[in-house]
């Protein structure tokens, strides 16, 4: 059977018709924002390397496809929290009688935005109303989008670098800084003062994380103790050589805020095998992604409910198709603090775990 050829993209069309990417999505979508010399030159172009003009893209102008596209960038899969948000959104999203479509993209970080292939949903003229974006977000990711002319929703936290205002974006988001600083001070009600935190530099949001734990440090007067740099891939295990390291040291240890909890889980299990005990020797606090999840886990936990993000976010993206923006404006979700039996006041007596 012979094979069916490729149908050329809006890039190759703009790069033909001497036109930004951005008007190529505009004119194939019937926008109406365009100069009809302009228009004619881009669809003569689209016409003569090959491009379908469907019903769907020929009406774009008129109809609404009630779809919203859901991009997960630059990861291998789901995981729970992204579970729940996607949980959250499809929920959202069927009341209000959109559809929801779904697609992981791979981009390199440092690649200029005209460099690497864009997601095949958004360069397909109409498929979807707006965008939601979640994964690890790099800015060359947003310029892409900027290029094509797209509605889009941003979930904030993770951001690896924020980005300026955009007109035709909305930020949603949950307040892990604010979770981050109540657990640290927490611990300090309990007479703590060797407090670490626990994280990886390289997850985008540990720059939240590891501010509200520094503010709350700052605003204790006391002194930062902080292990960032990632010693494996695998939260647990970054989480347990963390730890043995920090003893391996000699470093006084008597509580740890941990950046997730699989890095929680994985601190316990170093601290198990240097014969120390949670919460016996050391106080600790993880991050959970599910509001009064039962006893799956006896951790204390900053708690963020991801399903209301998803709903969050759907919500936003509906209201930019509707042209409703001053509906949803920056909408951060709270964290709260999940109080269980890992915590415990320091005895007047310990100073430090060696």
Known sequence: ???????PTMREIAQRASVSIGTVSRVLNRHQDVDSELRERVESVARKVGYQFSARTRNAVQTKSRIIGLILMNN???????SLMLLGIEEYCSAAGYCLLFARHQHEPNAAAGNWEAPGIVQTPGLADCFIIAGTIHANMLQTLDEFGLRYVLLRNHLMDMPEPRAHAALVGYDDVGGCFHATRYLAQLGHR?????GDGSRPWHRNRLQGYMRAIEELKLEAHVHSIALSDDEFENGHAAVSYILEQGWPMTAILAESDQLAFGSREGLRLHRCEVPKDVSMIGFEYEAGRGHSSNFTSVSVDMVEVGRQLAKAAIAQIENRPRDTPNVTVPASLVKRSTCRPLRKDEHMVL
């Not at 059977?1 to 149908?7: F, G, K, L, Q, V």
């Not at 060797?194 to 626990?198: F, G, L, R």
């Open 194 to 198: 060797h407090i670490w935190y626990i």
């Open 1 to 7: 059977m012979p094979r069916r050829p490729e149908s």
């Open 76 to 82: 291998p899969g789901l995981s729970s929290s992204q």
